[in-house]
Structures are given as structure tokens and as C-alpha cells.
């Protein structure tokens, strides 16, 4: 994403995006260009809303 290479903290983010997914059924960040995905995922605003397991929740912001 910044033109970095890719490390242990890009691989316990990426788990975090897939852990979201699976629970949601759906990205934590979606934009209809690359450019909004790049600005939701910079602004980090997630919808947590469909996740009624506080547990998980805590999780997947701790990834991401």
C-alpha cells in the first residue's frame, strides 16, 4: 500500500481484513474507486455494526 515490502505486521493486518470477512461476508473497506478504499483504509473507520461478538470485535481492531 505504501510501496513498503511486506513484513510480520502487514501479515497480522492482512488476517485481521480476512477475519472481518468471514464474519462479516464482506471487506472492512469498500469504494467504488481505488482511491476511496485507499481513503477509507487511511481514515481506518470500520462498520463493526454486524459483529455482535465483543470478543471478535476486539480482535480484528487489535489486527488492524
Known amino acids: 500500500f505504501k510501496g ?3 513484513s510480520i505486521s502487514s501479515d497480522i493486518y492482512s488476517c485481521g481484513v ?3 470477512e468471514l464474519l462479516v461476508g464482506k ?3 469498500e469504494g467504488k474507486t481505488i482511491y ?3 481513503k477509507h ?3 481506518g473507520k470500520i ?3 454486524p459483529i455482535h461478538d ?3 470485535i ?3 481492531k487489535n489486527l488492524l
Open 4 to 6: 513498503e515490502k511486506a
Open 18 to 20: 480476512v477475519f472481518y
Open 27 to 29: 471487506t472492512p473497506f
Open 36 to 38: 476511496k478504499i485507499f
Open 41 to 43: 483504509i487511511t481514515d
Open 47 to 49: 462498520d463493526f455494526t
Open 54 to 56: 465483543q470478543l471478535a
Open 58 to 60: 476486539e480482535l480484528i
